[in-house]
């Protein structure tokens, strides 16, 4: 086999198994989202207000990696469930923060911890080393995948 063929081979056995090893740990994920109600958006909305405080809708959208149409739908769907409120910026009118409400944080208080538990054993399979290591190969594959678009 030539250098070039095994080397393009290598690249899609890559992909592939990298695409199997993020579906199988994100089924855990989503089944531990699911279990409370939620959707992993909405989690993620969560989580970014929880964990960062009062957020423009705009900076949220781009943490979750959503669009704009869809964080609004999104956080519709989470200030109906008295979750989160909006509130307009003193400075610019324009900007909409979203923060949690007392029910919000005492919920995502309530499922993170279990949460996070599911998501460590998804991935108990590696040790810690490994799990660094995956870390760093991953965060240079998906900056030099980024950098070539």
């Known amino acids: 086999m030539s250098d070039n063929h095994e080397h393009e081979d290598l690249s899609l056995y890559l992909l592939v198994v990298l695409s199997r090893a993020y579906?199988?740990?994100?089924?855990?994920?989503?089944?531990?989202?699911?279990?409370?109600?939620?959707?992993?958006?909405e989690f993620g909305v969560l989580d970014v207000l929880y964990h960062k405080g009062p957020q423009p809708l705009q900076k949220i959208g781009?943490?979750?990696?959503?669009?704009?149409?869809n964080i609004t739908y999104v956080v519709d769907k989470l200030q109906k469930k008295n979750?989160?409120?909006?509130?307009a910026s003193a400075e610019d009118r324009r900007v909409i923060y979203a923060e949690l409400t007392e029910e919000g944080t005492r919920l995502f208080?309530?499922?993170?911890?279990?949460?996070?538990?599911k998501i460590m054993k998804a991935v108990?399979?590696?040790s810690d080393e490994e799990k660094r290591q995956a870390s760093i190969l991953l965060r240079k594959l998906g900056t030099s995948a980024q950098e070539m678009l």
Do not use: C
Not at 62 to 69: C, D, Q, R
């Open 23 to 41: 579906n199988s740990v994100m089924a855990h994920s989503n089944r531990s989202i699911q279990s409370h109600g939620l959707n992993s958006t």
């Open 62 to 69: 781009e943490k979750v990696l959503i669009s704009s149409g």
């Open 83 to 87: 979750l989160l409120v909006r509130r």
């Open 109 to 117: 208080e309530n499922i993170f911890a279990s949460h996070k538990e």
């Open 124 to 126: 108990s399979g590696l």
